[in-house]
């Protein structure tokens, strides 16, 4: 399956993070080209790795001073209600990344770690989810999600939710002028 928002994005995330000091990224495989060094992305629920701790893989993660301080899932197909606010509560409930190319510890998430949900509207008119960007649900959603965080005891303390077709998140559009305003203000705080 081709993966063009995924692709496009990771691209927009690495130019970012070139611009800027501090930042470094890490991509999944359907983010970047093939055989350049991108791995699934596994959130574990301690330090501990196992299938029994591990919660989800994200498509990109961003690290600020030794922390993940940004989470960035991509979704292309199905951008229901349920499916936007389950990889939300599987990160939020993660206490960090562990990956190879980390040392195989637990790079903790920071104290006021960032989700970044983007979502793919090029299909939209295609599928039952059309009603979706219509109604103005995905604005309500994020309203209500902003309202409840941070979850008790838990570390994701932002959530924006981005929305449009590849041609949004290439250089120059509103797409990727947002996801970059939303890096920067994360490296500020």
Do not use: D, H, K
């Given at each position: 399956m081709e993966h063009h928002l995924h692709r496009v994005v990771g691209d927009a995330l690495l130019e970012i993070a070139e611009e800027s000091a501090g930042m470094e990224v890490l991509l999944d495989p359907a983010c970047g080209a093939p055989n350049t060094g991108c791995h699934n992305l596994p959130l574990f629920l301690s330090s501990k790795k196992s299938n029994a701790?591990?919660?989800c893989n994200v498509d990109a993660v961003v690290f600020v001073d030794g922390a993940v301080k940004v989470v960035v899932e991509i979704e292309e197909a199905d951008v229901g209600p349920t499916q936007i606010c389950g990889k939300l509560l599987t990160?939020?409930?993660a206490e960090g990344l562990i990956h190879e190319t980390c040392g195989k510890e637990l790079v903790p998430l920071a104290d006021d770690a960032v989700f970044v949900q983007v979502l793919d509207t090029a299909g939209?008119?295609?599928t039952r989810s059309a009603k979706v960007g219509d109604?103005?649900?995905w604005r309500n959603l994020e309203a209500a999600i902003t309202d409840?965080?941070?979850l008790k005891g838990k570390k994701v303390t932002t959530y924006k939710l981005l929305?449009?077709?590849v041609l949004d998140f290439q250089h120059g559009g509103?797409?990727?002028k947002k996801l970059d305003q939303v890096l920067r203000a994360a490296l500020r705080e």
């Open positions: 701790t591990e919660v990160t939020a409930l939209l008119n295609r109604s103005g649900q409840i965080l941070p929305y449009g077709g509103e797409g990727r």
